[in-house]
C-alpha cells in the first residue's frame, strides 16, 4: 500500500508499557487522511461544543474551550488500517480536565462523540478518563488542519484512531453503552490495538 513507502523501524515500549509497534502494524512518517465523506470547515468562530444527557447542558465557544488547562502529549496514533505513527507532540485539553470543568451525573457510563458532518463514536467514561483522551487541536506546534479534524479532534492513542471524532462538536453521556458509525458498521466496540480488536 502506498501508505507504507517510507517504513520506520520501531522497537521497545511506548510511554504505558506496550510494544511501541502493535501487532499487525506497521510504521510510517506520512501522515494518510482517512475520512468516511466530505471535509467540514469549521472555523475556530463558528465552532461550538456541546455537551448533553448525563451531564449538565452546556454550550462551548473557542474562546471557552481553550481557557481550560492545555496539555501537551507525545505519542503513537495506530490506524485499524494496519499504519502507525510515532511520537507525534498532541495539543489540547485533556478529557478528565474538560470533565472537571463539567457537572457529569451519577449514572453517566459512556460518552458519545459527535462530530461535524454526522460521524458518531463511543467510549466507556472510564477509559476516556484513564487513557490520556485529548481533545487535540494543535499537531507537531500547528493548528491541526482541516483534514485531521481541525479545528478540534479527540485523539486516543491507547485505541485505534476512529475512536476519535475529526471535527468535534458534541459529547453525549449516557447511562449505557450505543455503537457509534464505524461500530454499527463491523468496527470493534473496544478496538485495543494491541489485542488487534479491529472487527467484531
Ligand atoms: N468525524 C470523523 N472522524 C473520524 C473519521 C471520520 O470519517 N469522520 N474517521 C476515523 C478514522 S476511521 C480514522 S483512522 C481517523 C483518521 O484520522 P486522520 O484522517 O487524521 O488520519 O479519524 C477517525 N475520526
Ligand atoms: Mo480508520
Redesign the pocket.
Same mark, same amino acid.
Given at each position: 500500500m502506498a501508505f507504507f513507502d517510507r517504513k520506520v523501524a520501531v522497537t521497545g515500549r511506548n510511554s504505558f508499557g506496550k510494544p511501541k509497534l502493535a501487532p499487525g502494524q506497521e510504521g510510517t512518517t506520512k501522515?494518510?487522511?482517512? /475520512? %468516511? $465523506?466530505s471535509t467540514p470547515r469549521i472555523s475556530a468562530k463558528d465552532w461550538r461544543l456541546r455537551v448533553w444527557g448525563l451531564a449538565e447542558e452546556k454550550v462551548w465557544t473557542w474562546d471557552d474551550f481553550m481557557k481550560l488547562p492545555q496539555t501537551k502529549l507525545k505519542a503513537d496514533f495506530h490506524?485499524? /488500517?494496519h499504519w502507525s505513527r510515532f511520537d507525534d507532540v498532541w495539543e489540547g485539553v485533556m478529557f478528565k480536565d474538560f470533565c472537571c470543568a463539567l457537572d457529569v451525573k451519577p449514572g453517566a457510563r459512556h460518552v458519545m462523540q459527535h #462530530?461535524y $458532518?454526522g %460521524?458518531t /463514536?463511543n467510549l466507556p467514561l472510564q477509559w476516556m478518563l484513564e487513557e490520556e483522551v485529548m481533545l487535540a487541536h494543535t499537531f507537531n506546534g500547528a493548528p491541526l488542519s482541516a483534514?485531521? $479534524?481541525g479545528p478540534l479532534?479527540v485523539f486516543t492513542p491507547r485505541r485505534? #484512531? !476512529?475512536k476519535? #471524532?475529526?471535527?468535534l462538536n458534541g459529547l453525549e453521556f449516557m447511562a449505557e453503552d450505543k455503537p457509534g458509525f !464505524?461500530e454499527v458498521n463491523g468496527y470493534s466496540n473496544t478496538a485495543d490495538p494491541w489485542k488487534e480488536e479491529r472487527f467484531w
Open positions: 501522515f494518510p487522511v482517512l /475520512t %468516511y $465523506g490506524c485499524v /488500517t #462530530a $458532518g %460521524y /463514536t483534514d485531521h $479534524g479532534r485505534y #484512531a !476512529w476519535g #471524532a475529526k471535527w !464505524w
